[in-house]
């Protein structure tokens, strides 16, 4: 990014002027974690309304691993909205974690009645990751990386025997929101601005 350019420049778009199709998936976020890139599509189902306004009932994730030999998954999805006057900001949190099966489906309702989209509206997506489950790897709290079969990097940092727990670096499902409620604007790793087209 250089000087004149501005976060919100970096964005990525979502059509949500067609009718429901179970065939057509759109990209709306992609990373990397643990050296695998990958990336998530969502299909909308939405309500149009007269006002050329249009509430989207449910959103059915997918991701996908593309490289990488650990695959990544969706453990769970939440919902923040933020009500700025009569605006709302709509923020999807997905909720991801390594070992966990790629390609699976995950179909999230949204909750609130009166969120409604209009064209050119952005809406956030955030993701955060959470650790290894602990039966596969032991807990990150006890026991030296050594003494375990995989050491998660993500959470921890080890240099010979020297190893620290990190577990509220940012991006991480129990760290705490940094700068405010609404999520950085792209170009960051754990985040993506989406623009609705109606």
């Given at each position: 990014m250089?000087?004149?350019?501005?976060?919100?420049q970096?964005?990525?778009?979502?059509?949500?002027?067609?009718?429901?199709?179970?065939n057509?998936?759109?990209?709306i976020?992609?990373?990397?974690l643990?050296g695998?890139?990958?990336?998530?599509?969502?299909?909308?189902?939405c309500?149009p309304?007269?006002?050329?306004?249009?509430?989207?009932n449910?959103?059915r994730f997918?991701?996908?691993n593309?490289?990488?030999?650990?695959?990544?998954?969706?453990?769970?999805?939440e919902e923040l909205i933020?009500?700025k006057?009569n605006?709302l900001?709509?923020v999807?949190?997905?909720?991801?974690?390594?070992?966990t099966?790629?390609?699976?489906?995950?179909?999230?309702y949204?909750?609130?009645?009166?969120?409604?989209?209009?064209n050119?509206q952005?809406?956030?997506?955030?993701?955060?990751?959470?650790?290894?489950?602990?039966r596969?790897?032991?807990?990150?709290?006890?026991?030296?990386?050594?003494?375990?079969?995989?050491?998660?990097?993500?959470?921890n940092?080890?240099?010979?025997?020297?190893?620290?727990?990190?577990p509220?670096?940012e991006?991480h499902?129990d760290?705490?929101?940094?700068?405010?409620?609404?999520?950085f604007?792209?170009?960051r790793?754990?985040?993506?601005?989406v623009?609705?087209k109606?």
């Amino acid at each position: 990014m250089t000087p004149k350019e501005k976060p919100e420049q970096f964005i990525t778009t979502i059509d949500l002027s067609k009718p429901f199709d179970e065939n057509i998936y759109q990209f709306i976020y992609g990373s990397q974690l643990y050296g695998t890139s990958f990336a998530v599509y969502g299909l909308f189902d939405c309500t149009p309304f007269e006002d050329n306004s249009t509430k989207i009932n449910r959103i059915r994730f997918k991701l996908i691993n593309y490289r990488g030999c650990v695959n990544i998954g969706v453990d769970h999805i939440e919902e923040l909205i933020i009500r700025k006057g009569n605006l709302l900001l709509p923020v999807i949190k997905i909720f991801v974690r390594p070992l966990t099966p790629s390609f699976k489906s995950i179909d999230y309702y949204i909750k609130d009645e009166d969120l409604r989209v209009s064209n050119d509206q952005p809406f956030f997506v955030k993701r955060l990751a959470m650790p290894f489950d602990s039966r596969i790897v032991g807990s990150n709290e006890s026991g030296r990386g050594q003494e375990k079969i995989f050491f998660d990097t993500e959470f921890n940092y080890r240099d010979g025997y020297f190893e620290t727990f990190e577990p509220k670096r940012e991006g991480h499902a129990d760290a705490p929101e940094f700068g405010g409620p609404l999520p950085f604007p792209s170009p960051r790793c754990i985040q993506a601005i989406v623009r609705v087209k109606i």
